[in-house]
Structures are given as structure tokens and as C-alpha cells.
């Protein structure tokens, strides 16, 4: 039976729906110009001018039934829905000049009760492939009982958008309509853009039925002892929770329910910078035929990738089916977790290796969501500069951050899950003093975490940031544990942790209106 999307006002009749990735990988080789299959069996292609996504792009419509739930600002700036209508009817008049078009129908949600069905149609073979990666795949036999989709994202971002329209601030918008359950995309080839939609889309709708959206990853022991990631790009979510002696259940996007916690995705979108089997043995094996390899430099001759160039980028990824990891929990469901870590690079140099938190605390950094960038990163910085994302994911949140923050400390209580501070970022001074704390070292801290190790150990309160410190863990130095101890001048390290301190109570101003007082207590006192 033919398939039609003519209900959305779209009449072309050359719609490959749900292709295998042998099929994708034909229609990208044929008709994207830059695609390759490199040597390990991927296919290789290019986002076009957009490398990232476009957050200053991203617009939710205004609409009375979600007006008073949405956190308006910067990260969610309102649109009216006759903006939004015309931004969708671009997308559909371009869509219809388009020869042949791409549909991908599958699910987010690992859990059957939580689940949504989405659809993707899009215009690149490329696009369909990720997709096919990143959302849960509907096996072909099942896929005639799909009926009609929760939400559609039309992808339509070969066309750009009409930068006179009203509220528009460049040729690319981002545009999510939950009345109408639909995601426009115009101006923006980047792949991400769907995958993050997705995510968004879940970051409101979870919450309304008491279920916990989230960016973490996840993994689970053989017991079935489940922990939570939580950090920002460079604190080590990947590494640490791709551990050969614990099934991943997901790398980026999970969700909490009564019922224990499920992957949101089907698949991974690890970044590949400097990517090597040594450091990444998991991701690396990973990349072969079906995976998608997004803005890489590969030899002509022998089509190799240089997994060290950024000619292109410093943003290159890598897009496959999270099976292709091989301890991935297939399905990508866990328990409760018994321990939520909040890992922090911190090139200050102030921060321990670890530390145990309240409730209240746990709160407070995980609406705070710290890390810092250091010297020399970008044009400009000189000294170690610290950056904040609500949550651990400011750009895809909804809601106000502390109604995440509550949910939770609601199911840590409820579950009895501890939560820790883990520094993966200097020791001993400053970036350019001091010195990078070792994975060995943080993995023995993880460990230690895992094994409950820590859950009794004598501790020491920090005397600014009011957690409490282990004095000692297996396997770690005791003198590393204690942060003060390994700066040379001790005074130094008091002047820079009150640095520090200050930055997360100014960073915090703009989130006290929606939390309670038990939280805003837990804040640096200095």
C-alpha cells in the first residue's frame, strides 16, 4: 500500500519511508555531494554551513495551554502560532518542490508506557539515517500498525528562513508548536537539530506525568545497580559511564519513572574529536557500516579519517544504533539509580575529587550545572572561566529548572539514591599550576561510588561549599582528597575557592525565584 502525506499538504509521491541503512546509503551516495564510505564501513557527510545547532534560533509557540508552564526567556523565547503557520507552510512549499522525500517513523522512549511515536520527513538520505540511529527503530513488521504520530518534525532545512518575518533573527529558525505537536526546521542542515527537538519535546510532556526528563547518561552492574551522569562537554559523561564492567543503558538522554529509568534515544551521537581506540575502544569499534560520521576529514585515497582534524569542525560526531555498543542493556531500561553523579571539570583547581551531597545541595548543582572552560580554548581567555547550564541542559529544558531540581530530590528520597560531586579537572592550582586530576584516579572514585565504599566513610565539611568531603578512598591518594592540602600556598587556594563561591551565587541569582529556601541555604557561604 502506497504510503501518502498528503494530510499535511504534502503531494510528492516519491516517499521512501523507513529505508534500511543499505538503501540510505545508496540515495546519500548518489545525490549528496561530500559523502563517502570511509574505510571502517561509515558513511561520511557534511552538515553543510551549520555545524552545531542554533539555540539563539530556537522559538516555541505561545499558546494558552502551555503559557504558564513554559520557563520564557533566552533559552525559550515565545512566538506567536501565525509566525509559526508561516514558517510551516515555507517548510511545506519547499518540500514540495523536492522530487523525493524521506520518512522516518519510530519511537522515543524505551518504555512502552511512556513512549511517543515520531515522524521525521526530511528531504537528505543523511538525515533519515540519523534518525534511524537516534530514535527507536519500529521493526518492519510492526510498522503498518504505527498509526499516526504523537508529533512530526518537518525538517526542511535546505530552505531557509524568511529573515523579514517577524521575530526571526537569521535565515535558520527552530520552531517547536506543542498545540499542534509539530517541529519546523528551516535554514539548518545540522543533524542535531531533530535529535534535540526530540529531546525538548520530552523535557515538557515527561514531567507532566510525574516522570523525570534528563541529560545524563546511564549505566547498570550485573546486580542491577543503576547510576546517573550528569555534566557538560569535556567532564568525562562518556568515558566514565562507557564501562566495560557495567551495561550502558544510553549516553545522553534518559528518563525516570515510578518504574526505574529508560533511555530516551535508540541510539548514541558520540563526539569523535581526537578519537582513538585506545581512549574510546567502545565509540571506536562502533563506527562502521550503518553509523554516520558528520563533518570528518578522510584521506582521498585510502578513506581513512582523521579523527584529530577540525578542519571542518571541532564539532565532529559520530551518529549509530546504540547495539552497536557492545555491553549496551538492550532494552534500555534499569532500575532505580542508587547513585546520582555530577561530574564538574574544574580549572580552578578548588573543587574535590569527590564529594557526598545533601538533598538540598544535590539540588542546588544540579540546577547550577558547573564546569569551566580553560585558558586558551578560545580567543580572549586567560584564566580559567567557569560556565553554567541548568540541569546539565539549559538549551533543552521546558520547564523552570526548579521544577527538575524538585522532581529530582522527590525521587532520590523516595528511592534512596545518594548523590555526588565528582571533579574531574585540577588539583594543586589553577589550570597552568596545577595539575589534571587521572582517570585512573576518577575511575577508582566511580568505582568506589558503584560498590558503596563511600556511603560510609568518615568525612570533613568543606568550610565554603558545605559538603562533605571522604578523607579517604581505595585506590587514591588521601593528600588528593583534600584540595586545599595540595596547593602550595594555602592562601591562594582560600582566595581562588572564594572566587569560585562568588560565581556560583551570582550564576544562581537568576533561578531563586523558583526554588524553595532549603536550596537557596545550600549555596557557597563566604
Excluded at 534515544?265 to 562502533?286: N, R, S, V
Excluded at 540541569?391 to 524538585?406: D, N, S
Aim: with cysteine.
Amino acid at each position: 500500500m502506497s504510503f501518502s502525506l498528503e494530510k499535511y499538504g504534502i503531494v510528492v509521491t516519491d516517499i521512501i519511508r523507513n529505508a534500511s541503512p543499505a538503501r540510505l546509503y545508496e540515495e546519500a551516495l548518489s545525490q549528496e555531494k561530500g559523502s563517502a564510505i570511509v574505510n571502517s564501513g561509515a558513511l561520511a557527510v557534511t552538515s553543510g554551513i551549520k555545524t552545531g545547532r542554533s539555540p539563539k534560533d530556537k522559538r516555541i509557540v505561545d499558546d494558552a495551554e502551555v503559557r504558564d508552564d513554559v520557563w520564557w526567556g533566552d533559552i525559550n523565547v515565545k512566538l506567536d502560532d501565525q509566525i509559526f503557520l508561516v514558517n510551516r507552510e515555507r517548510a511545506i512549499d519547499y518540500l514540495n518542490t523536492c522530487a523525493k522525500i524521506y520518512v522516518v517513523d519510530g519511537y522515543a522512549g524505551w518504555d512502552p508506557k511512556y513512549r511517543i511515536k515520531v515522524r521525521i520527513i526530511c528531504t537528505r538520505a543523511y538525515h533519515a539515517l540519523f534518525m534511524h540511529n537516534m530514535l527507536i527503530r519500529v521493526p518492519q513488521e510492526e510498522l503498518s500498525d504505527f498509526g499516526e504520530p504523537d508529533y512530526i518534525v518537518f525538517n526542511s532545512g535546505k530552505f531557509p528562513a524568511n529573515r523579514y518575518t517577524s521575530k526571526m533573527t537569521s535565515k535558520t529558525s527552530v520552531t517547536l508548536c506543542f498545540n499542534r505537536k509539530e517541529f519546523v526546521i528551516l535554514g539548518t542542515e545540522y543533524a542535531g537539530e531533530m535529535k534535540k527537538g526530540v529531546f525538548t519535546i520530552m523535557n515538557y510532556i515527561m514531567p507532566k506525568t510525574n516522570v523525570l526528563s534528563m541529560h545524563c547518561s546511564a549505566n547498570e552492574s550485573d546486580n542491577g545497580n543503576v547510576s546517573l551522569f550528569f555534566g557538560l562537554s569535556g567532564t568525562g559523561k562518556t568515558t566514565l559511564s562507557a564501562d566495560p564492567e557495567r551495561q550502558l543503558i544510553g549516553d545522553d538522554e534518559h528518563c525516570w519513572s515510578d518504574d526505574g529509568v529508560f533511555n530516551i534515544e535508540g541510539g548514541c551521537y558520540a563526539k569523535c574529536i581526537d578519537l582513538t581506540a585506545e581512549k574510546e575502544p567502545e565509540i571506536h569499534q562502533a563506527i562502521r557500516f550503518g553509523t554516520v560520521l558528520e563533518n570528518v576529514v578522510f584521506s582521498e585515497s585510502d578513506r581513512k579519517v582523521d579523527f584529530t582534524s577540525s578542519e571542518l569542525t571541532q564539532n565532529t560526531r559520530a551518529s549509530y544504533p546504540i547495539e552497536y555498543i557492545k555491553n549496551a542493556k538492550i532494552p534500555c531500561v534499569g532500575g532505580h539509580p542508587k547513585n546520582i553523579i555530577f561530574l564538574t571539570c574544574d580549572a580552578f583547581g578548588v573543587l574535590p575529587p569527590v564529594s557526598k551531597l545533601s538533598p538540598e545541595q544535590a539540588m542546588y548543582h544540579f540546577i547550577s550545572g558547573y564546569t569551566a572552560k580553560v585558558a586558551g580554548t578560545e580567543m580572549g581567555v586567560t584564566e580559567p572561566e567557569a560556565t553554567f547550564s541548568a540541569c546539565f541542559g539549559a538549551a533543552f529544558l521546558v520547564w523552570h529548572p526548579g521544577k527538575y531540581a524538585e522532581m529530582l530530590a522527590d525521587k532520590m528520597k523516595k528511592h534512596g539514591a545518594k548523590a555526588w560531586l565528582v571533579n574531574t579537572g585540577w588539583s594543586g592550582g589553577p589550570y597552568g599550576e596545577g595539575a589534571r586530576i587521572s582517570l585512573r584516579a576518577t575511575r577508582a572514585i566511580i568505582n568506589a561510588i558503584n560498590n558503596g565504599e563511600l556511603n560510609d566513610i568518615e568525612t570533613v565539611t568543606d568550610p565554603i561549599f558545605g559538603f562533605s568531603t571522604p578523607v579517604s578512598c581505595p585506590d587514591v591518594p588521601e593528600a588528593l582528597l583534600q584540595p586545599r592540602k595540595t596547593w602550595s600556598n594555602p592562601s591562594n587556594y582560600d582566595q581562588k575557592a572564594k572566587e569560585l563561591a562568588h560565581l556560583f551565587r551570582k550564576n544562581f541569582t537568576a533561578y531563586e525565584s523558583g526554588v524553595s529556601e532549603a536550596v537557596k541555604n545550600a549555596e557557597p557561604q563566604v
